[in-house]
């Protein structure tokens, strides 16, 4: 992999917390020159400025207001595209490139507006399901989605006989709309949460970042599309956020850019394969919100211009660096690089004097007899997702000063696992969970100085289910919290997918009762992560889940007054029956419960879950044997005596503790996991076998697959 461009880091300004997709490079003016940047934030400020002899100059800067949610560059077809569009709530405005406001535009939406794209006459627009076509502010076309919308985008190309609509949507597909109606659909690999043209002047082409990290090509027709590529997210990087496409490289080709909300951001070029490599990477400190490819600090010079979470705008930029000047080489400096430090030094004290009378005021106001106590407002940004790879949750919380403190408390059994790049300090503090509403865990992370952004992750069990709440503590002053919740859902490892394998031994459980269409979609919506809350349009539904942890798979189709569950898993269909017949007595409706269970289902789970469990226990043994192999080198002062398998132990001794560590108490999830399909397949019999659990575990020590499908088949 050739990583040889090389690009420094230059910051701009800062503005307020902003949204995904809200900077914005004007088109230049001449072929060289520099070029204006727009950016919004959420304190509703619109803020253009450029640069002039590395100063910030600003252009315009809009009054406070609502919080802005997206931004789009337009004008009229063939001109250049430096009208300003911009959408806060329902509502969208547009300004000239000199700050001047011609368009105000209520689109009369009930939910504010997540997306925008903006093509001549025609606005288009999404909130949560709905996307509406707008031309020359009259209503065109309409269409409610399955899932809610992340991002749209809008091709027109000679191939291409109209403007084509494509959204993306949470539920793993990109839906390519004509007029008001869905012409086809196409599926990706992950949730996509941002689309971008792959040649913004005429093309059929689309890029997709998805929220778990990967990144695509498909090339869309007017009844069908084809994917080009794809590239995985092997290194386990953050989700995307933000894509742009410019020629960064030079060599005559539009690079990939793409900003992820761990901070990174990535350059792909093609080399002269079609697929995109890696050719440079550099990792901000927090979420890269937007990113454009132009020329902003110095003509010339291109650069890849990121907005981050926090409102920093920073260039990476092709302009080589001047050296740094050591002690004694002041001398060195130039007049413009002289008369900046005075400037900052100037400014610095400025502010110092600010926050002492700051202070100072704060102090006599709060201790006056009409003292109000104002709490500080925070801005967080948060994100709790199911990770495929290792079926855990990934708990990403992102906040606009540094965290002092963080704590988690859950009243459901969960794990928390270990975090490589997570620098805090954990401690634990001792539960009861016996007592009603008990505690499972209270875990306190303190953060150092300057963590903005902190990420965890966690594993549930399938069939326990509650509530995972995050206090977040600021270094604020007054002492200020806020706290998050996320649902721990019954059936929480399952992860939505676009079909099933329908020759594995199934199991059925079907619900037939007086309850509305609605009514039995809330209840899966309770037991399953990744479902739309909305009732979906028609009379009826599918979905298909499978099991992140295991592999095994579950399909689900129901309708006003029947629900049939089709699972390869017993637990699967064991939780899925307590859970729902609770959540019908709650309502006073009355269930018709039948179930069809294949005893083939359960040898083949034990079949899927015997890999893993085979690995873990040699992990568990060969992490044992470290202590002793390790005494007995010393004992030696080599390990040359040793048979090549102790010897390779040794070797590996630092990754093997590693994994041991990142995985706790994996072992004793699969052995729960045996437990509970033992319990299961004999519960649907009508027998109680608890009291033959002792002699399950007994041979889960000595584990041999054969005995355990005998003592299954026996027992």
């Not at 307020?16 to 070029?35: D, R």
């Not at 109680?688 to 003592?711: A, Q, W």
Request: hydrophobic residues 35%; negative net charge; charged residues 25%.
């Amino acid at each position: 992999m050739k990583m040889d461009i090389q690009l420094n880091r230059v910051d701009y300004i800062q503005v307020g917390v902003t949204s995904q997709k809200t900077m914005k490079l004007l088109p230049a003016l001449g072929k060289k020159a520099t070029q204006k940047v727009a950016i919004a934030d959420h304190d509703g400020i619109l803020t253009c400025f450029g640069m002039k002899k590395g100063e910030a100059v600003p252009v315009f800067k809009t009054l406070p207001g609502q919080k802005i949610s997206r931004m789009d560059l337009g004008g009229a077809a063939g001109t250049p595209q430096e009208k300003i569009f911009v959408c806060s709530g329902s509502q969208v405005r547009g300004f000239t490139k000199k700050g001047k406001q011609f368009l105000t535009f209520e689109a009369n939406l009930t939910e504010s507006i997540n997306a925008m794209h903006v093509a001549g006459a025609d606005l288009f627009v999404c909130a949560s399901y709905i996307y509406n076509h707008y031309c020359d502010c009259k209503d065109q076309d309409y269409y409610l989605s399955g899932d809610k919308i992340n991002d749209i985008t809008c091709l027109s190309s000679e191939n291409l006989t109209r403007i084509v609509p494509v959204l993306a949507c949470q539920d793993r597909v990109l839906r390519v709309l004509q007029g008001s109606e869905l012409a086809y659909d196409i599926e990706v690999p992950g949730p996509p949460s941002v689309l971008e043209l792959y040649n913004k002047e005429e093309g059929d082409e689309v890029l997709y970042g998805t929220t778990d990290g990967k990144i695509g090509l498909v090339q869309i027709g007017e009844r069908s599309a084809a994917t080009k590529w794809e590239v995985d997210n092997d290194k386990k990087k953050g989700g995307i956020l933000c894509i742009d496409t410019y020629d960064i490289i030079g060599d005559g080709v539009n690079d990939i850019l793409v900003g992820r909300d761990d901070g990174t951001v990535e350059v792909f070029g093609f080399e002269s394969t079609n697929e995109p490599t890696l050719r440079f990477e550099h990792v901000l400190s927090e979420s890269v919100t937007s990113i454009q490819g132009g020329c902003v600090g110095k003509e010339l010079y291109d650069e890849v211009l990121t907005a981050t979470y926090t409102g920093w705008v920073t260039g990476l930029t092709t302009e080589p660096q001047k050296a740094e000047a050591g002690p004694g080489d002041e001398v060195m400096m130039s007049k413009e690089t002289q008369s900046k430090v005075e400037a900052l030094r100037a400014e610095l004290e400025q502010l110092q004097v600010k926050v002492l009378q700051g202070r100072e005021q704060y102090q006599q106001t709060s201790q006056s007899s009409t003292a109000v106590s104002a709490v500080p407002f925070f801005s967080i940004n948060d994100k709790f997702t199911l990770c495929q790879d290792d079926a855990s949750y990934s708990l990403t919380l992102e906040v606009q000063t540094a965290i002092d403190n963080l704590l988690l408390q859950s009243d459901v059994p969960i794990d928390l696992l270990d975090v490589d790049k997570n620098s805090a300090v954990v401690s634990f503090s001792e539960c009861d969970s016996e007592q009603p509403n008990g505690n499972f865990l209270l875990a306190t992370y303190r953060c150092q100085a300057n963590t903005t952004r902190l990420e965890l992750k966690v594993r549930s069990i399938e069939g326990q289910f509650g509530t995972l709440q995050a206090y977040i503590t600021p270094r604020l002053q007054p002492k200020t919290c806020q706290v998050r919740k996320y649902q721990i859902k019954p059936l929480s490892l399952h992860q939505r997918t676009h079909s099933i394998d329908q020759e594995r031994p199934m199991n059925r459980l079907s619900l037939v009762g007086q309850f509305s269409f609605a009514e039995i979609h809330s209840w899966v919506v309770f037991c399953l992560p990744e479902v739309p809350e909305k009732t979906p349009a028609g009379e009826n539904i599918a979905f298909y889940f499978h099991n992140t942890f295991l592999g095994t798979q579950l399909e689900a189709t129901y309708c006003k007054g029947e629900g049939h569950f089709r699972s390869d898993n017993i637990s699967t269909i064991s939780i899925l029956s307590d859970v729902l017949s609770k959540e019908a007595t709650k309502r006073k409706i009355n269930l018709n419960i039948s179930y069809d269970i294949d005893d083939e289902s359960v040898s083949h789970t034990l079949k899927m879950i015997h890999p893993k469990l085979e690995y873990q226990l040699l992990l568990a043994r060969k992490v044992q044997l470290i202590d002793a192999l390790k005494e007995l080198q010393v004992h030696e002062g080599n390990a040359d005596f040793l048979i090549p398998e102790y010897r390779n132990i040794l070797d590996e001794s630092a990754n093997l503790l590693e994994e041991y560590k990142k995985q706790p108490a994996h072992l004793e999830r699969l052995y729960g996991m045996i437990t509970d399909l033992f319990i299961d397949k004999f519960k649907f019999k009508g027998q109680n076998v608890k009291t033959k659990v002792s002699s399950l575990l007994e041979i889960l020590d000595n584990y041999d697959l054969n005995s355990l499908l005998d003592f299954f088949n026996e027992a």
